[in-house]
């Protein structure tokens, strides 16, 4: 019988070798818990690893699974923690550039030696801390009915 697993696992080290300006590290942000309700914090688990990154071939986007701009990014399974599972919560930091991106479907190929993710770029909107003092707010008034108008001076 052949030793599948040991002539993946010394394929993938010799690709991701070869692939060198294609390899980035990249770090893993597992998000498991609560959704974000406010209340309370999800729990994150951080890995720092190395991922191929690729675009999808044009015959593989369908634009409603696999959209254009849709990257894959193949990590070792032998760098990322074993508990680990990764999932559409998730996402990824490039660490040279900062681009974060959604994990969309994550799955491990038919050796267990590779995570195939599906990721979509992201710019993630600072929406501030919702821990803060209120600084700002307008005062609409009340739902009685209009004595003074602000706008137009004038009651019609």
């Not at 929406?127 to 009651?155: C, F, H, K, M, N």
Request: glycine fraction near 6%; aromatic fraction near 4%.
């Amino acid at each position: 019988m052949l030793p599948i697993k040991k002539i993946a696992s010394a394929s993938l080290n010799l690709v991701f070798e070869l692939c060198g300006e294609l390899v980035r590290e990249i770090t893993c942000h597992r998000v498991s818990g609560p959704a974000f309700d406010g209340l309370t914090q999800p729990v994150q688990q951080i890995s720092t690893v190395q991922g191929l990154i690729s675009n999808y071939a044009s015959s593989d986007i369908d634009g409603t699974v696999i959209k254009v701009g849709d990257e894959k990014i193949l990590i070792r399974t032998a760098e990322l923690p074993a508990d680990t599972i990764l999932g559409p919560d998730d996402y990824i930091v490039e660490s040279g550039s900062l681009v974060q991106r959604h994990v969309q479907a994550a799955r491990v190929d038919s050796t267990q030696q590779l995570w195939v993710l599906q990721t979509r770029r992201n710019t993630p909107e600072d929406r501030g801390d919702l821990t803060s003092p209120l600084t700002s707010q307008e005062d609409y008034g009340s739902l009685a009915a209009a004595t003074v108008t602000e706008d137009w001076q004038t009651i019609n």
